[in-house]
């Protein structure tokens, strides 16, 4: 069982950043897949970016590429959401994610089994 709690959201003009971060309980964060999700208003929530957890390997959406950066620390039970150059379309609520399973990208929400009560990021312009 991975109980999670995200931080760090708020408001922000456009072109600021923004880092979340996501508390986990629990004694298996070391060895979950990590992901953090987005979800405008009126729209489906959206993947983001993702580590994986054995080798730190992160990717991300296309959107966010070169803005967006995922990290963890394990020792902290916490993974990390910096996000720099924001722009309006990145408000929305953000979630975090988790996942125990095979070492490999997931993009799909519903590959993930735990999730945070989510943080409001609003960019306005």
């Known amino acids: 069982q991975v109980q999670l709690v995200e931080s760090g959201g708020g408001l922000v003009q456009a072109g600021g950043s923004l880092r979340l971060s996501c508390a986990a309980s629990?004694?298996?964060?070391?060895?979950?897949?990590m992901g953090w999700f987005r979800q405008a208003p009126g729209k489906e929530r959206d993947f983001v970016a993702g580590?994986?957890?054995?080798?730190?390997?992160?990717y991300a959406a296309d959107s966010v590429k070169g803005r967006f950066t995922i990290s963890r620390v394990n020792a902290k039970n916490t993974v990390y959401l910096q996000m720099n150059s924001l722009k309006p379309e990145d408000t929305g609520v953000y979630y975090c994610?988790?996942?125990?399973?095979?070492?490999?990208?997931?993009?799909?929400?519903?590959?993930?089994?735990?999730w945070g009560q989510g943080t409001q990021v609003t960019v306005s312009s």
């Open positions: 629990g004694r298996t964060f070391s060895s979950s897949n």
């Open positions: 580590i994986r957890w054995s080798d730190g390997r992160t």
């Open positions: 994610a988790a996942l125990l399973g095979m070492d490999r990208d997931y993009v799909h929400e519903y590959e993930y089994a735990y």
